[in-house]
């Protein structure tokens, strides 16, 4: 946030209040991912920012919790559009989960206060709750099933996929969930310490990935070079 007061923000024209909305949203959304600590966000200083009496807000959002959660969701159909876009070329079932999960990692990279906004915790209970995150299910059940469709597509998998049950698809799920939880304590440990003399990031995705496929290295490394890195 800058250290001084937003300017006075002129009024919108009559019938354009969905600006403000947006500046709002622009403005929180700066503030979650900028903010030692986002947890500590108040409807007055985003009011502040964009320039606004605090009780401008009220029409467009009912309290700071909706105005949050409005941020979160955003963040996460970017995120979600950003994989769905990287494997959208992708021949095959491993080139497919390569490309999102190195688009998953990237933009975390690039993006870091945006994924601290999505994944860093510390948000109260009471202002972000749990079901606030329900978007990202989509993100998770995107690796789920890719992760999966990759697995399913070696020969000494495909009689397993082909009988699994309830209990396989529950597996499949915990596969999905654990390779998830690997691909963000890369980003996050990459994004607090970024100054340490970090292997390539490519090389990284490519390991994580082999472990959970069982896939080579150098098969991994190769889809990871030519998918699409996200901008």
């Known amino acids: 946030m800058s250290s001084k007061k937003a300017a006075t923000r002129r009024r919108n024209p009559r019938g354009q209040g969905q600006i403000l909305k947006a500046e709002l949203v622009e403005a929180a959304a700066r503030l979650l991912a900028t903010l030692e600590r986002p947890e500590t966000l108040t409807l007055r200083q985003v009011a502040r920012e964009v320039g606004v009496a605090p009780a401008s807000i009220y029409g467009h959002f009912p309290d700071l919790g909706a105005l949050v959660q409005h941020v979160l969701r955003l963040r996460y159909d970017e995120l979600a559009a950003v994989m769905r876009t990287a494997a959208d070329g992708a021949e095959g079932p491993l080139a497919d989960l390569v490309a999102r999960c190195a688009a998953y990692v990237h933009w975390g990279v690039d993006h870091p206060g945006q994924y601290r906004t999505l994944f860093g915790g510390g948000m109260p209970a009471e202002l972000v709750p749990t079901n606030a995150h ?3 299910e ?4 995107s690796v789920v099933a890719s992760l999966a469709d990759a697995r399913q597509d070696q020969p000494e998998h495909q ?17 999905g969930l654990l390779l998830w939880t690997a691909l963000h304590g ?5 994004n607090a310490h970024g100054n340490m003399p970090w292997p390539d990031l490519t090389d990284l995705i490519a390991q994580t990935l082999a472990l959970h496929t069982g896939r080579p290295v150098d098969e991994i490394v190769e889809l990871a070079q030519t998918a699409d890195r996200p901008t």
């Open 134 to 136: 329900g978007a990202g």
């Open 138 to 141: 989509e993100l998770l059940g």
């Open 159 to 175: 009689d397993r996929y082909e009988h699994r049950d309830r209990r396989g698809l529950e597996q499949d799920w915990q596969a």
């Open 186 to 190: 890369l980003v996050a440990l990459y």
